[in-house]
Structure formats: structure tokens, C-alpha cells
């Protein structure tokens, strides 16, 4: 298994930046595929971006692609998420999860990872 804790949330206004953090304990942090995930009042959870165990590419949402990055420290297991230029609709809480088997196809899907992070706030004020 693997535990994951969030930080880094934070209220911004709009044009701002923050960065997420997810600390990662337990098992062998690089055979995991990492995600994070956003979940807004009312709304279904949905993805944001990934990185892949195996290649380390990255896939992104298409509301975020060119303002978040994610990328991975295997050395510090940890993984990060850059958003820049936040824009209020990206008001929400945000998880990191992690899973062994994702792939390309399940990758986007957050019943597909087993490991969750308990959450971080992000709030961008307009």
C-alpha cells in the first residue's frame, strides 16, 4: 500500500500561481501511475492530469493543459502539480491518488486508483 498527503492549497486570485505537493509513504513509490483529481461543490470528481509510472509521460485535462504541470521526484516520492494562471472555475478541492495497473485508457477515470490523498483546497478569487 501507499499513503498519500496533499499540500499546498491555498487561496490565489486570479492570474496567480500555487503548487500542490503530494507526499507519498509505504510501498515503492515509482511503480505507481499518479494522478490528481479535482472535486467542486456539487460536482463530480474529475480528472486534472497524470503521469505515468513506466514512461513518465504526462496527460492533462483540457481545461488545464498549458497552465498545470505535473511532474514526479521518485527520489523524494513525491509529486508535483505547478498551476499557473488560475482562473476562478478552478476552485476546488484537489487529490493526488496513485495506482500500479492504470493505464492510457484508465488513466482519467478516478474509480480506477485504489490510493487517494485526503484533499487539498484550492480557491482562486476573481
Known amino acids: 500500500q501507499v499513503q498519500l498527503v496533499e499540500s499546498g492549497g491555498g487561496l490565489v486570485q486570479a492570474g496567480g500561481s500555487l503548487r500542490l505537493s503530494c507526499a507519498a509513504s509505504?510501498?515503492?513509490?515509482?511503480?505507481?501511475?499518479m494522478g490528481w483529481f479535482r472535486q467542486a461543490p456539487g460536482k463530480e470528481r474529475e480528472f486534472v492530469a497524470a503521469?505515468?509510472?513506466?514512461?513518465?509521460?504526462?496527460y492533462y485535462a483540457d481545461s488545464v493543459k498549458a497552465r498545470f504541470t505535473i511532474s514526479r521526484d521518485n527520489a523524494k516520492n513525491t509529486m508535483y502539480l505547478q498551476m499557473n494562471n488560475l482562473k476562478p472555475e478552478d476552485t476546488a478541492v484537489y487529490y493526488c491518488a496513485a495506482d500500479p495497473t492504470v493505464t492510457i485508457v484508465t488513466m482519467r477515470i478516478h474509480a480506477q486508483y485504489d490510493y487517494w490523498g485526503q484533499g487539498t483546497q484550492v480557491t482562486v478569487s476573481s
Open positions: 503521469i505515468r509510472r513506466t514512461t513518465g509521460n504526462s
Open positions: 509505504g510501498r515503492t513509490f515509482s511503480i505507481y501511475t
